[in-house]
T-cell receptor
Framework: DAKTTQPNSMESNEEEPVHLPCNHS???????IHWYRQLPSQGPEYVIH???SNVNNRMASLAIAEDRKSSTLILHRATLRDAAVYYC?????????FGTGTSLTVIP | DAGVIQSPRHEVTEMGQEVTLRCKPI?????LFWYRQTMMRGLELLIY????????DSGMPEDRFSAKMPNASFSTLKIQPSEPRDSAVYFC??????????????FGQGTRLTVV
């Protein structure tokens, strides 16, 4: 599985956009890029995934670099409920190997 | 569906005792995963089942850990004998694997295990 690099922590003001970066320079051509998040005292939950094109869903947007060596999760308007650890996971198979993620703090 | 159900939610046991954690995956899902989370090591994948068959158990820390999936609706993770360093939150997750590599994993609420 591809190695990932994410900032340990980030802060955002409430109702402002947040861009969470992830470097995955060793990603293979068949790896999808998945993002999960873990709210305090909860299990991880799916956020979004993509392969090459940018993706949007009700929770977030995923911007994937043209060379696929990095991606950015975009929360368009951060709320207090978005405070969580965000994990970027490139994977080929059905298994997910979690790194250390980015701990997002949302400031009211 | 009620989601992935784990029991118990909390378990406190003495060192040397056997501990059994239980998981009911989402109905219809064919893949099941056991994870362990600690502050030091983060989220670790312990074992992965597909269609009730263990596919990859390379993450199981040692022989004291064993996992079974006797049917599609039930799995157990057993630690025998337990040690204080096994204290962690154990998560079970399930997904519907259609072979397209994009199956979303749904996680349970976890079992917080404390071994004293």
């Amino acid at each position: 599985d591809a190695k990932t690099t994410q900032p340990n922590s980030m802060e955002s003001n409430e109702e402002e956009p947040v861009h969470l970066p992830c470097n995955h320079s060793t990603i293979s051509g068949t790896d999808y890029i998945h993002w999960y998040r873990q709210l305090p005292s909860q299990g991880p939950e799916y956020v979004i995934h993509g392969l090459t094109s940018n993706v949007n869903n009700r929770m977030a947007s995923l911007a994937i670099a043209e060379d696929r060596k990095s991606s950015t999760l975009i929360l368009h308007r951060a709320t207090l409920r978005d405070a969580a650890v965000y994990y970027c996971i490139p994977n080929t198979g059905n298994q997910f190997y979690f790194g250390t993620g980015t701990s997002l703090t949302v400031i009211p | 569906d009620a989601g992935v159900i784990q029991s118990p939610r909390h378990e406190v046991t003495e060192m040397g005792q056997e501990v059994t954690l239980r998981c009911k995956p989402i109905s219809g899902h064919n893949s099941l995963f056991w994870y362990r989370q600690t502050m030091m090591r983060g989220l670790e994948l312990l074992i992965y089942f597909n269609n009730n068959v263990p596919i990859d158990d390379s993450g199981m820390p040692e022989d004291r850990f064993s996992a079974k999936m006797p049917n599609a609706s039930f799995s157990t993770l057993k630690i025998q004998p337990s040690e204080p360093r096994d204290s962690a939150v154990y998560f079970c997750a399930s997904s519907l694997d259609l072979g397209d590599r994009v199956a979303e994993a749904f996680f349970g609420q976890g079992t917080r295990l404390t071994v004293v």
